[in-house]
């Protein structure tokens, strides 16, 4: 029997996640300490008792995921279960910065301040009206990278497959009208519904390349060890340990899709049957349970979760 520790992305957060967690373990605490000073504020204030609208801006919700997400895993080191517990750890998105911090490979001050960086330099990418994303769902990926090379034919736009989540949920990625026009294409070829999504930015598509050149540069200075676990990679759906393929990977994630649907598929191919969601929500357990039934999901974001979860890991 194999288990995955997978570390949820943006859409996640909300105010008060991870307080419980500070307040029953200090492990748990020490670590919303560490991301205030690494950033130099309170962003811990701003997750426990601010505003959903300041907490959802891209810059403020990417290190406050990764900190309830580390605090998690510390609250379960507490109870004696170790990242190494797992065989693979993987993350959405910006859930892989916390994956990496979790298998020891970043630091959690580097980790902060790299999607303080991160989510700022995906904000500054493209004017706000200018981008969007949508999701189309009801269609597998083949036909929503049909949907969206047809919307950027049509549009002479960028419009990219950009979040490959499960079956039935792909989430296009470009320039506001030719997404707008793949909604349309998608209702034509069948989807069950197609939403434009309450994001600021474009993530995970071509118009991104001006964060992905910052996330270069901020990538070059820090230290990257080898992770105590494998890491299921966003843009490869596939283990990997080097520290400077990782350094890289982090770089074209940015562009790239988010081959989630594929990572797990995989991760059971390796002979995982049990996933651990780190972290806040269980939005990444509900697309476990559409990509392969026979995978038992357990969420792990209070007090009782890191409790019941450390017997059954025990």
Not at 20 to 31: C, H, S, T, W
Not at 92 to 113: C, K, M, V
Not at 217 to 244: F, M, S
Request: negative net charge.
């Amino acid at each position: 029997m194999s288990r995955a520790f997978v570390f949820p992305g943006q859409g996640a957060q909300t105010i008060g996640m991870g307080k419980a967690l500070a307040e029953a373990y200090p492990a748990a605490k020490a670590v919303f300490d560490e991301v205030d000073d690494a950033l130099g504020e309170k962003l811990s204030s701003l997750i426990w008792e601010g505003d959903q609208a300041d907490l959802t801006l891209t810059q403020n919700a990417q290190p406050a995921l990764m900190a309830t997400s580390l605090a998690a895993m510390k609250a379960l080191e507490a109870e004696g279960v170790s990242v190494e517990a797992a065989s693979f750890v993987a993350g959405h998105s910006l859930g892989e910065y916390s994956a990496l911090a979790a298998a020891g490979s970043l630091s959690i001050a580097d980790t902060a301040r790299l999607l303080r960086t991160r989510g700022e330099a995906m904000q500054a990418a493209v004017p706000v009206g200018v981008g969007a994303m949508a999701a189309l769902l009801g269609l597998d990926f083949a036909a929503a990278t049909e949907v969206a090379e047809a919307a950027a034919e049509e549009s002479a736009q960028v419009c990219q497959a950009a979040n490959d989540n499960d079956p039935g949920q792909v989430v296009v990625s470009g320039h506001k009208e030719a997404v707008e026009r793949a909604v349309e294409l998608a209702k034509e070829k069948g989807a069950k519904r197609a939403v434009l999504l309450p994001v600021s930015a474009p993530f995970h598509c071509a118009l991104m390349q001006p964060a992905a050149e910052v996330m270069a540069e901020a990538l070059d200075g820090v230290n990257i060890e080898r992770p105590a676990v494998p890491l299921v990679a966003n843009v490869r759906a596939q283990a990997v340990t080097d520290a400077t393929t990782i350094r890289s990977l982090l770089v074209e994630q940015v562009t790239g899709s988010v081959r989630w649907r594929e990572s797990v598929a995989w991760m059971s191919g390796e002979g995982v049957t049990e996933i651990y969601e780190i972290g806040a929500g269980k939005a990444l357990s509900g697309m476990v349970r559409r990509i392969d039934r026979a995978i038992a999901c357990t969420a792990v974001g209070t007090p009782d979760d890191v409790k019941a979860a450390a017997e059954k890991l025990a």
